[in-house]
């Protein structure tokens, strides 16, 4: 490096090709931001992801992938090896097959997961993608909530096991509990199931809505 070089770099001047690439890169294709003032009418109408790292005896790692209906509070849970695009595209298509009603947009952060294969999926899908503002978990405070929830009622609870099967049953009957026992107050205290067959029996027309915070 050049004394020039070396001057500009401990005044912190000195250009970083790499981060200067992806700044331009992000410029000419912005990530999609939900619309301020977006109202949540129907089921569907956002479905909020976001995975939780858990952390076995041994150093190990798993993931647990979540998705919750931000008007319904219903999830669909499912544990991966890793955090990858490709597993976030997998867990996008289990959504989509779980859920009982048609899932219109998606929030997430912007972790590597819900990049690449995730976002090629969405496109094919022609399904909305709508991405946080970098260190704003705020915006996608439905599914963190849901995650502290996790930690008190689940993990805390010694849900945990060596044994990838016996940790995917588990987070099944958890899931279950969630969307079909579990009350929330959020939903006047009917579970999440039960609210979405309120919603149903009246077409998915109600008065209650959520206006997303940006």
């Not at 790692?61 to 695009?85: E, M």
Request: charged share 25%.
């Amino acid at each position: 490096m050049s004394t020039a070089g070396r001057i500009l770099k401990r005044r912190g001047l000195l250009i970083n090709e790499k981060v200067s690439c992806k700044r331009r890169k992000a410029a000419f294709s912005p990530r999609a931001r939900f619309p301020k003032g977006m109202r949540i009418l129907r089921t569907g109408d956002m479905v909020q992801m976001d995975t939780k790292q858990i952390n076995l005896k041994g150093g190990r790692k798993i993931y647990q992938f979540t998705a919750i209906d931000v008007l319904t509070k219903q999830r669909v849970l499912k544990y991966y090896s890793s955090n990858s695009a490709r597993n976030g595209a997998d867990f996008l298509k289990h959504c989509l097959a779980k859920f009982p009603f048609k899932v219109r947009a998606i929030q997430t952060d912007n972790g590597a997961e819900f990049l690449k294969e995730f976002e090629k999926l969405c496109k094919k899908l022609k399904l909305n993608h709508y991405f946080i503002y970098p260190r704003s978990p705020k915006q996608n405070s439905y599914v963190e909530i849901s995650h502290g929830a996790d930690e008190r009622e689940f993990y805390q609870q010694g849900n945990i096991s060596q044994d990838m099967k016996i940790m995917q049953k588990k987070l099944s009957e958890w899931e279950d509990i969630w969307n079909n026992v579990r009350p929330h107050a959020a939903l006047n205290y009917f579970t999440p199931n039960q609210y979405f067959l309120k919603l149903k029996s009246q077409n998915f027309q109600t008065n209650d809505s959520i206006i997303l915070q940006t």
